[in-house]
C-alpha cells in the first residue's frame, strides 16, 4: 500500500524494528519477496524496492483486468448477503477516507473491498495471482491522492459496482471493477513515466 516506495533500500534489522519482530523472519520474507519479483537484490548493498517503467506498468494493467475481472464476476454469484453488506460498509469508509484524504484508511479500505469481493469466487489460485500482481503495484498505490482529480474520481466505480451486487448482476460488476482499475491506473501510470527500463538506482555501499 506504498509504505515501502520504489527505489528504497529495506534494512532488514530497521524492517524488524518496525514489525516488532526478529532480524530471521524478515530475512526469510526478503528473500522470498525477491524470488517473486516484488523486491530486488543488489549485490552487497541489500533488497530495494524496484520501479515499474511505463511499459512494465501497461503490462501489468492488462494483466489485472484480465485476472480481477474475472474474479470480480464469479465473485459476484457467490456473495452471500452479509459479505454483500459489508462491501457497503468498506464502500461507504472509502467516501469518508477521500474527503478527508486520509491515504491511509482508504487504501486499507479499498484492499479489503476488493479481497472480499476476489475471495467469495472461490479460487485460490487466482487469488494468489492477483496478489502477486498487487505486489509489483503496491509502492506506487498511495501515488493515487497526489492530485484533487484522482480523490474526486476514485470511489465511483466502487458505487457502480455495489449498485449491480445488489442486483447480482455478474457482468456489470466485472465491468465496474475494470474501470476501477483503468481509471486508478491512468493517475499511476504518471508515476512511472520518467522511469526508465533500468529498474534500479545505484546504491552507495
Known amino acids: ?30 528473500q522470498r519477496l525477491a524470488a517473486e519479483g516484488a ?11 524496484p520501479r515499474l517503467s511505463v511499459a512494465e506498468f501497461d503490462d501489468l494493467l492488462q494483466v489485472r483486468l484480465l485476472l480481477e475481472g474475472d474474479a470480480a464476476e464469479r ?31 482508504y487504501l486499507e479500505a479499498n484492499e479489503a473491498f476488493h479481497i472480499l469481493l476476489y475471495k467469495a469466487a472461490g479460487s485460490p489460485m487466482l487469488m494468489n495471482l492477483i496478489e502477486a500482481a ?6 506506487i498505490s498511495n501515488r493515487l491522492f497526489d492530485t484533487p482529480d484522482a480523490r474526486s474520481l476514485l470511489n465511483k466505480a466502487h458505487h457502480e459496482a455495489l449498485q449491480a451486487i445488489d442486483k447480482r448482476d455478474c457482468a456489470a460488476v466485472r465491468r465496474a471493477i475494470e474501470r476501477d482499475l483503468f481509471a486508478a491506473g491512468q493517475f499511476l ?6 522511469v526508465s527500463l533500468a529498474a534500479v538506482p545505484p546504491l552507495a555501499a
Open 1 to 30: 500500500m506504498g509504505k515501502f516506495t520504489p527505489g528504497g533500500r529495506l534494512k532488514i534489522h530497521d524492517v524488524a524494528q518496525q514489525l516488532g519482530v526478529g532480524d530471521m523472519p524478515v530475512r526469510a520474507a526478503l
Open 39 to 49: 523486491l530486488v537484490n543488489v549485490p552487497h548493498c541489500g533488497v530495494v524496492v
Open 75 to 105: 465473485g459476484t454469484l457467490r456473495l452471500t448477503d452479509t459479505q454483500a453488506a459489508r462491501l457497503h460498509v468498506l464502500g461507504e469508509r472509502m467516501d469518508k477516507s477521500l474527503v478527508e484524504c486520509n491515504a491511509d484508511v
Open 134 to 139: 498487487w505486489l509489483k503495484v503496491g509502492p
Open 189 to 194: 501510470r504518471r508515476s512511472c513515466a520518467k
